[in-house]
């Protein structure tokens, strides 16, 4: 590009950027970072005080690495140095609301890599041919819960081994505190710190700029004296950027605060121009006539919100919870008090939650004309800082805040409260101390979005988590990988909590709303275990060796007849497969299902129905007849670490099992009693879907894997 081309603008010499208005030297330094210019560091890390303008530099800058972007602005006048070359968009991850480990799989999902853990991603980047560029906006709007300062564990944790990773060309957006760190942790030359508070990177030109055009009614002011006059106009954008110091948050609140409510204000009286975001508040507050507490009163919910906003019917009985006192009165009158600081937007109904019963009918939520909800929030997070600073005490307002949404919950019903109060009641409970004393409820556990609740409980030590809190945060991982709907969640943590010896939680889900798909009956951590079948064991013959017509007797390829008239009903068991020396196993010779390679097979046999092993010969176990299994209503299909059990006569799934841990053998009893094991343990199941009434079909062709019907043998084969 020519740097005479007509076109270029006069008194500089080249247009500034249309989105970022200026910050030359900035965008002369990225676009040097892009086209890997020599000398130019391979790690730029772009830092500043909340309200800076770092966000609207690296968005400014992405503008012009995308192409759609790129033939929207005016490239040919603006200076060719901040012009970053015509190459592939960078990768891009939007770390806002995500966790440290979701934003590194959207890099790996990004440039498509094979690893399977997290540690993994890095080395594979290493070893590419070609470098790869990254930019991470915003790191500090990272993670779904406040309090749990995940923008540092994003630094620590994905930045720093990224920067560290030689062809990994890294740009990223990072709050003060945490920018040295990630710079200070390479070699001299590789990294370099952009502080746009610097006065080398701070470009007050560039404030005058974004001021004056703010105040421009060409640009959707409001036409008052001190707008229509181009040079007054230009004399207040000057004043104001001179007193706001370099900070483009304070300029925006300020002009926004004078467009909406010009009365009482005098362009020439620099009183009345603010020096910081809090100045802000209190002069607008002033000119209206209010106080400036209360005006902060007002906001503080909404500086204390969690995710997308706070639901506009949550705000007022949050407001006078925090204010200790009644604000009905204040909240009428706030509107024009609050506006230059707040913005709303509608959130469909399929991002409210969960489409559970309290969602789907909407139930605490404030419908909108498209069928969803209002939030509210603040205009930037560092307003929320302000506000938030400003409170005496800020653990007693977030405890105050916690009660309120607690007291908000229809009955005390999961089901029923707002999907903000699930999501993130934790995430205040947290700030106000108070999270291991909330941790006890399993409807909460179950309704609650895993990603926020488990970032919640990860930010709490260990030793201070009672045991439900414990199994949750074992099970979490589960939870988000497999991103299943509420019931199943409520499946998976009925599981857990009687697997780790806490069977009134589990039986508490049981109580609530949920129609879980399983009675989980015992569980044993066991290790080792290679296969399990179902079966059962005669009660009566001494030797155990009385016939049972429920099935053959392992080993044997007969179908043994009617038991005698007064014998009781055979017991129905499972047997685990498991290495010879097992403690309390048995070894059974000779069977037609031997796995052990050396003549005979470790068996440990266990009542199906309910905990405990069984001291029987395993030998002298039946399996279910073909007949049995012929009538079983449910048949199940096996993945690596999942499973699905169907009706038999039609392809409806009435439960879909996933495991944290690759499953070794699964079987299921006629009676619908699914036994699976992992590398944890065995787990026993009782499927509660009605079973479908049996009849008469023509079994259809199939076109993938084999379903996994009930096994053929000790060992787990097929039959």
Same mark, same amino acid.
């Given at each position: 590009?020519?740097?005479?081309?007509?076109?270029?603008?006069?008194?500089?010499?080249?247009?500034?950027?249309?989105?970022?208005?200026?910050?030359?030297?900035?965008?002369?330094?990225?676009?040097?970072?892009?086209?890997?210019?020599?000398?130019?560091?391979?790690?730029?890390?772009?830092?500043?005080?909340?309200?800076?303008?770092?966000?609207?530099?690296?968005?400014?800058?992405?503008?012009?690495?995308?192409?759609?972007?790129?033939?929207?602005?005016?490239?040919?006048?603006?200076?060719?140095?901040?012009?970053?070359?015509?190459?592939?968009?960078?990768?891009?991850?939007?770390?806002?609301?995500?966790?440290?480990?979701?934003?590194?799989?959207?890099?790996?999902?990004?440039?498509?890599?094979?690893?399977?853990?997290?540690?993994?991603?890095?080395?594979?980047?290493?070893?590419?041919?070609?470098?790869?560029?990254?930019?991470?906006?915003?790191?500090?709007?990272?993670?779904?819960?406040?309090?749990?300062?995940?923008?540092?564990?994003?630094?620590?944790?994905?930045?720093?081994?990224?920067?560290?990773?030689?062809?990994?060309?890294?740009?990223?957006?990072?709050?003060?505190?945490?920018?040295?760190?990630?710079?200070?942790?390479?070699?001299?030359?590789?990294?370099?710190?952009?502080? &746009?508070?610097?006065? +080398?990177?701070?470009?007050?030109?560039? &404030?005058?700029?974004?001021?004056?055009?703010?105040?421009?009614?060409?640009?959707?002011?409001?036409?008052?004296?001190?707008?229509?006059?181009?040079?007054?106009?230009? +004399?207040?954008?000057?004043?104001?950027?001179?007193?706001?110091?370099?900070?483009?948050?304070?300029?925006?609140?300020?002009?926004?605060?004078?467009?909406?409510?010009?009365?009482?204000?005098?362009?020439?009286?620099?009183?009345?121009?603010?020096?910081?975001?809090?100045?802000?508040?209190? /002069?607008?507050?002033?000119?209206?006539?209010?106080?400036?507490?209360? &005006?902060?009163?007002? /906001?503080?919910?909404?500086?204390?919100?969690?995710?997308?906003?706070?639901?506009?019917?949550?705000?007022?009985?949050?407001?006078?919870?925090?204010?200790?006192?009644?604000?009905?009165?204040?909240?009428?009158?706030?509107?024009?008090?609050?506006?230059?600081?707040?913005?709303?937007?509608?959130?469909?109904?399929?991002?409210?939650?969960?489409?559970?019963?309290?969602?789907?009918?909407?139930?605490?939520?404030?419908?909108?004309?498209?069928?969803?909800?209002?939030?509210?929030?603040?205009?930037?997070?560092?307003?929320?800082?302000?506000?938030?600073?400003?409170?005496?005490?800020?653990?007693?307002?977030?405890?105050?805040?916690?009660?309120?949404?607690?007291?908000?919950?229809?009955?005390?019903?999961?089901?029923?409260?707002?999907?903000?109060?699930?999501?993130?009641?934790?995430?205040?409970?947290?700030?106000?101390?108070?999270?291991?004393?909330?941790?006890?409820?399993?409807?909460?556990?179950?309704?609650?979005?895993?990603?926020?609740?488990?970032?919640?409980?990860?930010?709490?030590?260990?030793?201070?988590?009672?045991?439900?809190?414990?199994?949750?945060?074992?099970?979490?991982?589960?939870?988000?990988?497999?991103?299943?709907?509420?019931?199943?969640?409520?499946?998976?943590? +009925?599981?857990?909590?009687?697997?780790?010896?806490?069977?009134?939680?589990?039986?508490?889900?049981?109580?609530?709303?949920?129609?879980?798909? %399983?009675?989980?009956?015992?569980?044993?951590?066991?290790?080792?275990?290679?296969?399990?079948?179902?079966?059962?064991?005669?009660?009566?013959?001494?030797?155990?060796?009385?016939?049972?017509?429920?099935?053959?007797?392992?080993?044997?390829?007969?179908?043994?007849?009617?038991?005698?008239?007064?014998?009781?009903?055979?017991?129905?068991?499972?047997?685990?497969?498991?290495?010879?020396?097992?403690?309390?196993?048995?070894?059974?010779?000779?069977?037609?299902?031997?796995?052990?390679?050396?003549?005979?097979?470790?068996?440990?046999?266990?009542? &199906?129905?309910?905990?405990?092993?069984?001291?029987?010969?395993?030998?002298?176990?039946?399996?279910?007849?073909?007949?049995?299994?012929?009538?079983?209503?449910?048949?199940?299909?096996?993945?690596?670490?999942?499973?699905?059990? %169907?009706?038999?006569?039609?392809?409806?799934?009435?439960?879909?099992?996933?495991?944290?841990?690759?499953?070794?053998?699964?079987?299921?009893?006629?009676?619908?009693?699914?036994?699976?094991?992992?590398?944890?343990?065995?787990?026993?199941?009782?499927?509660?879907?009605?079973?479908?009434?049996?009849?008469?079909?023509?079994?259809?062709?199939?076109?993938?894997?084999?379903?996994?019907?009930?096994?053929?043998?000790?060992?787990?084969?097929?039959?």
């Amino acid at each position: 590009m020519s740097a005479s081309d007509e076109g270029n603008a006069a008194a500089a010499g080249y247009a500034p950027h249309p989105y970022v208005g200026g910050r030359t030297a900035a965008l002369r330094a990225l676009a040097a970072w892009r086209m890997r210019w020599p000398g130019a560091p391979r790690v730029i890390v772009v830092t500043g005080n909340p309200g800076s303008g770092r966000s609207r530099l690296v968005t400014g800058f992405l503008m012009m690495c995308d192409r759609g972007f790129r033939k929207r602005l005016p490239l040919g006048d603006m200076d060719p140095a901040t012009v970053p070359p015509d190459l592939p968009p960078p990768a891009a991850p939007n770390p806002s609301g995500r966790t440290a480990d979701q934003l590194l799989w959207l890099i790996a999902d990004h440039f498509g890599l094979s690893a399977d853990r997290g540690a993994g991603i890095f080395p594979e980047l290493a070893a590419r041919e070609e470098p790869v560029t990254i930019v991470v906006p915003d790191v500090d709007r990272a993670g779904p819960v406040r309090a749990a300062d995940e923008p540092a564990r994003l630094v620590r944790d994905v930045l720093k081994p990224l920067a560290a990773t030689e062809t990994v060309q890294l740009l990223a957006d990072v709050p003060r505190e945490l920018a040295a760190e990630l710079a200070g942790a390479l070699p001299t030359g590789q990294a370099q710190i952009i502080d &746009l508070d610097a006065p +080398e990177w701070a470009d007050p030109q560039s &404030l005058v700029l974004q001021a004056e055009t703010a105040l421009d009614p060409e640009a959707g002011a409001t036409e008052l004296p001190f707008t229509t006059d181009p040079a007054v106009r230009r +004399e207040l954008a000057e004043a104001l950027a001179r007193r706001a110091d370099g900070n483009r948050l304070t300029l925006q609140l300020a002009v926004q605060s004078l467009l909406l409510q010009p009365e009482g204000f005098d362009p020439a009286d620099a009183s009345l121009l603010p020096g910081s975001v809090g100045e802000t508040l209190d /002069l607008h507050a002033r000119r209206l006539g209010a106080d400036p507490q209360t &005006l902060r009163l007002l /906001l503080a919910p909404l500086a204390f919100a969690e995710g997308d906003g706070l639901p506009v019917q949550l705000w007022g009985p949050l407001t006078q919870a925090v204010a200790g006192r009644d604000m009905s009165q204040d909240l009428a009158d706030g509107m024009l008090l609050t506006a230059p600081f707040v913005q709303s937007f509608l959130q469909p109904v399929e991002q409210a939650g969960d489409a559970d019963e309290g969602a789907a009918s909407g139930a605490g939520t404030s419908a909108g004309a498209s069928g969803g909800r209002t939030l509210m929030r603040l205009q930037h997070p560092g307003l929320a800082e302000e506000i938030r600073s400003g409170l005496p005490d800020v653990r007693d307002a977030q405890t105050k805040i916690a009660m309120a949404l607690l007291e908000a919950v229809p009955e005390q019903d999961w089901s029923r409260a707002d999907p903000y109060i699930r999501d993130h009641l934790a995430a205040h409970t947290l700030d106000a101390g108070l999270l291991p004393q909330l941790l006890t409820d399993p409807g909460l556990f179950a309704h609650a979005d895993p990603v926020a609740m488990r970032a919640a409980i990860e930010a709490v030590p260990l030793d201070q988590l009672g045991a439900p809190a414990r199994t949750y945060l074992r099970t979490a991982p589960l939870l988000t990988r497999s991103q299943v709907p509420v019931g199943m969640r409520a499946a998976f943590l +009925e599981t857990a909590f009687v697997e780790d010896g806490l069977a009134p939680y589990a039986e508490a889900l049981h109580t609530l709303s949920f129609a879980l798909p %399983w009675r989980t009956l015992w569980s044993v951590p066991l290790t080792g275990v290679r296969a399990v079948t179902t079966g059962s064991l005669p009660q009566e013959g001494g030797d155990g060796t009385a016939p049972d017509t429920d099935g053959t007797r392992a080993g044997a390829d007969r179908e043994g007849p009617a038991p005698a008239s007064g014998t009781a009903a055979p017991r129905p068991v499972a047997a685990f497969t498991v290495p010879e020396g097992t403690p309390g196993s048995r070894t059974v010779p000779g069977t037609d299902c031997d796995v052990s390679g050396g003549g005979g097979t470790a068996l440990l046999v266990h009542d &199906l129905l309910r905990p405990g092993y069984v001291d029987a010969d395993p030998a002298h176990m039946r399996l279910p007849s073909e007949e049995a299994k012929a009538s079983a209503a449910f048949r199940f299909s096996q993945g690596a670490d999942s499973l699905r059990v %169907w009706t038999r006569t039609g392809q409806e799934v009435v439960a879909a099992l996933h495991s944290d841990s690759p499953l070794t053998g699964a079987d299921l009893s006629p009676d619908g009693v699914l036994v699976v094991a992992t590398a944890r343990g065995v787990t026993a199941r009782q499927i509660l879907a009605p079973a479908p009434p049996l009849t008469p079909t023509v079994p259809a062709q199939r076109t993938g894997a084999a379903d996994s019907d009930t096994s053929g043998g000790l060992g787990g084969g097929p039959s």
